[in-house]
């Protein structure tokens, strides 16, 4: 259970790096204005799924978790969580960063969480919720093979083998490449995060546009020097010779290759979880949805407290981005709604609120859906990921729409 301490401690770290901890980076994804999460997450599948299944075609055991493909339930949980996601700029997992980073808006973000979770376990047990997680169910499933309920092994569709589904993943992998070296990183610009490292070069607009995200993310935190490692993280774009430059493409591999390792040790890496756990302990201990959590929970909450201790060590040490709770809004919230600390509250609360519910009605989040059940090729995972984009976009279009 230790391990998970570890696991998670390394993805918070690594995830801070990359700007995850902030809210304002996810707002920009939903505006489409900054695709690096796209970007980078593509790119680590790009590399983890194949080295998964061309482990599991070596005889390699891994304790598989693909989330059950009950279509309608992952649908509408997928279209709350993305609209959440907009309004709060928080995954529940960067939740837990934030707080390591030292964001206020991060605590009112907790406390919605907590009570989406507790929503969506009063209402498992009623008709409505069964009939969310039961009609349309076809179990866990991803391409290619069933995953039996309970158990830790897969089995190939008739006619397939373990090394057919090694050739399958390579596939999926040139997918999500070409996905990642083509897709702009900005809005107006020309590449991605892989291509400028390759290319060595970035237009006007785009330097423009790393400035701009370097002020963000470094706003109201500590002091760096010239020749420190937090310039070179933050503003890697501006340091000649640079080895950082290829960093964010080293955050993707490395994210994606610890989700491998945490299946090899113990299950697949989740967040959202915890805040069913923690509302089951503080208010509905005896509800059905509580005992199916208290049962089968596995390393999250020690996974969740090492990715708030792995975001602080970062923004201590690495970023320099610890804000110590200062009232810092978001750019993209402030120039919509403007510096109310009562309207950002509302905005965190509520968006974190409408995201924990969704991830609790599709059975898992941005770390159990996209994460880890993309890099496995899920299908829940992939339905999943589509309903969050688009009801991400749809939202950010109308809430942060100028007036």
């Known amino acids: 259970m230790w391990v998970g301490l570890i696991i ?22 939903a505006k489409w204005e900054d695709r690096l999460f796209v970007t980078c997450i593509a790119l680590g599948f790009a590399i983890g799924t194949p080295v998964l299944f061309g482990l599991y075609a070596a005889g390699v055991g891994f304790h598989w978790g693909p989330k059950p493909f009950y279509v309608i339930g992952v649908l509408i949980g997928g279209l709350f969580f993305g609209a959440g996601l907009a309004l709060s700029g928080y995954f529940p997992g960067s939740i837990w960063m934030a707080l390591g980073e030292g964001r206020r808006d991060a605590v009112y973000a907790v406390f919605g969480a907590i009570l989406g979770a507790a929503t969506w376990t009063a209402l498992y047990q009623t008709p409505a919720g069964q009939w969310l997680t039961t009609v349309g169910n076809f179990g866990s499933l991803i391409i290619g093979a069933t995953h039996p309920s309970g158990k830790e092994y897969l089995i190939p569709w008739d006619g397939l083998t373990p090394l057919d589904l090694f050739g399958i993943s390579i596939i999926y992998a040139i997918g999500m490449f070409l996905l990642a070296y083509y897709l702009p990183r900005y809005k107006g610009g020309v590449r991605s995060c892989l291509r400028a490292s390759i290319e060595r070069r970035l237009t006007p607009q785009e330097i423009q546009m790393h400035q701009e995200t370097a002020r963000f993310l470094t706003e109201g935190g500590l002091p760096y020097s010239e020749n420190s490692l937090a310039k070179k993280l933050n503003e890697y774009y501006a340091v000649e010779d640079n080895v950082t430059r290829w960093f964010m493409v080293s955050v993707a591999g490395i994210v994606a290759l610890t989700v491998v390792a945490e299946m090899f040790l113990h299950q697949i890496f989740g967040e959202s979880t915890t805040d069913s756990w923690i509302a089951g302990h503080l ?45 810092i809004i978001p750019p993209s919230w402030a120039e919509r709604f403007g510096t109310n600390p009562a309207k950002r509250f509302l905005g965190s609360f509520g968006g974190a609120y409408l995201m924990l519910f969704g991830a609790r009605m599709a059975d898992g989040c941005a770390s159990g859906h996209i994460l880890s059940g993309d890099l496995e090729m899920a299908l829940s995972g992939l339905e999943f990921t589509a309903a969050v984009f688009a009801s991400m976009l749809i939202t950010a279009h109308y809430v942060y729409k100028k007036r």
């Open 8 to 29: 998670g401690f390394i993805i918070g770290a690594a995830a801070e790096v990359w700007g995850i901890s902030n809210p304002e980076t996810l707002i920009r994804l």
């Open 283 to 327: 208010f509905m201990p005896t509800f059905k949805y509580s005992q199916i959590v208290f049962k089968g929970i596995g390393w999250e909450p020690y996974s969740d407290i090492g990715t708030l201790m792995g975001a602080f060590f970062s923004a201590i040490f690495l970023t320099r981005r610890f804000t110590a709770f200062r009232d």
